[in-house]
Nanobody, 124 residues
């Protein structure tokens, strides 16, 4: 089992940047596919981005492609989400998720472990 703790959320103006971090407990972080999801008020949780266990493969939602970048440091048990050119529609609670398998896709049910979430608010 793994525990995930997100940090880095906050309030930013449109066009600004934030970097989210998600640190995992345990010694098997490199065996997890990692993902970021977000949930805005009154909306369903939606996929943002995923990264493979080695970090060599990523997949982004169309809405964030070209603006967000995911990366991971397996030595630090941490996955990062660099968010640039933020828009008010990016406002949501952002969740880190982990899947203990070679591949996990864009559906939330493919991920077994979740962090508590971190709030990102983008003002116009």
């Amino acid at each position: 089992q793994v525990q995930l703790v997100e940090s880095g959320g906050g309030l930013v103006q449109a066009g600004g940047s934030l970097r989210l971090s998600c640190t995992a407990s345990g010694r098997t972080f490199s065996s997890y596919t990692m993902g970021w999801f977000r949930q805005a008020p009154g909306k369903e949780r939606e996929f943002v981005v995923r990264i493979s266990r080695s970090g060599g493969s990523t997949a982004y939602a169309d809405s964030v492609k070209g603006r967000f970048t995911i990366s991971r440091d397996n030595a630090k048990n941490t996955v990062y989400l660099q968010m640039n050119s933020l828009k008010p529609e990016d406002t949501a609670v952002y969740y880190c998720a982990a899947a203990p398998r070679y591949y996990a896709g864009t559906s939330y049910y493919e991920y077994d472990y979740w962090g508590q979430g971190t709030q990102v608010t983008v003002s116009s």
